[in-house]
């Protein structure tokens, strides 16, 4: 059974401090690796994509994969409020055209004013 | 921006009942999903679907379940007798290229 895990938290960081979410995977030959927002009752939102070893940025968000580890992290800079949601660790299944994501149960983050 | 639509948004049937999930995917999207999310639990593969026919079913796909792309833009989850543990929220995904992919809001079923 392949497997994504993350810490389920809560996570809780002031407003305007560091947040960072970790996920590991357990299919070494997975390709590529997403992050989804949720909000609570909403759908999964997709905040960053990474496929190679190293750091890829887009606004306050860094996704960091480290494939040797099979480990997979958001950092969110500037936290603010509206960041608190459930943050979902999504991996592509190696093998196959299909490409389903499997993922993670979600880590819950409250940014605190 | 395009984005996937997914009708219903609430379902409510009765355990026994058939019901159809419909979906618009993103329009020059090949390659389209069904998961459901269980309340309180992680977000759950159900099937993939590309070039009019199922690439890759779950577990949890068994004959009950079927999926359909009647036209050129929708694409149907069927439950046909639908149990209790079938309530959750149904999400349908869709992708153009290798590896993105984009959810809709999602049908929440509730099964009674």
């Known amino acids: 059974q392949k497997e994504v895990e993350q810490n389920s938290g809560p996570l809780s960081v002031p407003e305007g401090a560091i947040a960072s979410l970790n996920c590991t995977y357990s299919?070494?030959?997975?390709?590529?690796f997403f992050w989804y927002r949720q909000y609570s009752g909403k759908s999964p939102e997709l905040i960053m994509s990474?496929?190679?070893?190293g750091d890829k940025e887009d606004g306050r968000f860094t996704a960091q994969l480290n494939k040797a580890s099979q480990y997979v992290s958001l950092l969110i800079r500037d936290s603010q409020p509206s960041d608190s949601a459930t943050y979902l660790c999504?991996?592509?299944?190696?093998?196959?055209?299909?490409?389903?994501?499997?993922f993670g149960k979600g880590t819950l983050l409250t940014v605190n004013p | 921006e395009p984005e996937v639509t997914q009708t219903p948004s609430h379902q409510v049937t009765q355990m026994g009942q058939e019901v159809i999930l419909r979906c618009v995917p993103i329009?020059?999207?090949?390659?389209f999903y069904w998961y459901r999310q269980i309340l309180g639990q992680k977000v759950e593969f159900l099937v993939s679907?590309?070039?009019?026919?199922?690439?890759?079913k779950s577990e949890i796909f068994d004959d009950q379940f079927s999926v359909e792309r009647p036209d050129g833009s929708n694409f149907t989850l069927k439950i046909r007798s639908t149990k209790l543990e079938d309530s959750a929220m149904y999400f349908c995904?869709?992708?153009?290229?290798?590896?993105?992919?984009?959810f809709g809001p999602g049908t929440r079923l509730t099964v009674t």
């Open positions: 995904a869709s992708k153009q290229g290798l590896y993105e992919q984009y």
């Open positions: 299919d070494r030959g997975s390709q590529s």
């Open positions: 990474i496929y190679s070893n």
């Open positions: 999504a991996v592509n299944e190696s093998g196959g055209s299909n490409y389903k994501l499997t």
């Open positions: 329009s020059n999207h090949l390659y």
């Open positions: 679907f590309y070039n009019n026919e199922i690439s890759e």
